[in-house]
Nanobody, 121 residues
Framework: QVQLVESGGGLVQAGGSLRLSCAAS????????MGWFRQASGKEREFVAA???????DYGDPVKGRFTISKDTAKNTVYLQMNSLKPEDTAVYYC???????????????WGQGTQVTVSS
């Protein structure tokens, strides 16, 4: 089992920045991919970013060039730096761990509880 706890969400004005953190515990060595997804009210959960433990990264088209995913292996923590935030980035952001296709929800076995990000215009 892997436990994931997100933090860092909040309210920010458009154009601002936030950094989300995802602290992993348990059998973290069983998951080779860590990802971030988001779900806006009334919409499907969508892929935001993923990082492979070898270091490779990938991003969803809406956030490319604005968001950066990184990891601190010693702390078992993954970060999502979000810059140039837009109102359409408003959503609950979820951290996930797994070994499957990183751009798909089905590729993940473990999920955090989510953290709310609200971007005001």
């Amino acid at each position: 089992q892997v436990q994931l706890v997100e933090s860092g969400g909040g309210l920010v004005q458009a154009g601002g920045s936030l950094r989300l953190s995802c602290a992993a515990s348990g059998r973290t060595d069983s998951s080779h991919v860590m990802g971030w997804f988001r779900q806006a009210s009334g919409k499907e959960r969508e892929f935001v970013a993923a990082i492979i433990w070898s270091g490779g990264t990938d991003y969803g088209d809406p956030v490319k060039g604005r968001f950066t995913i990184s990891k601190d292996t010693a702390k078992n923590t993954v970060y999502l730096q979000m810059n140039s935030l837009k109102p359409e980035d408003t959503a609950v952001y979820y951290c996930a761990a797994g070994n499957g296709r990183h751009w798909r929800r089905e590729g993940y076995d473990y999920w955090g509880q989510g953290t709310q990000v609200t971007v005001s215009s």
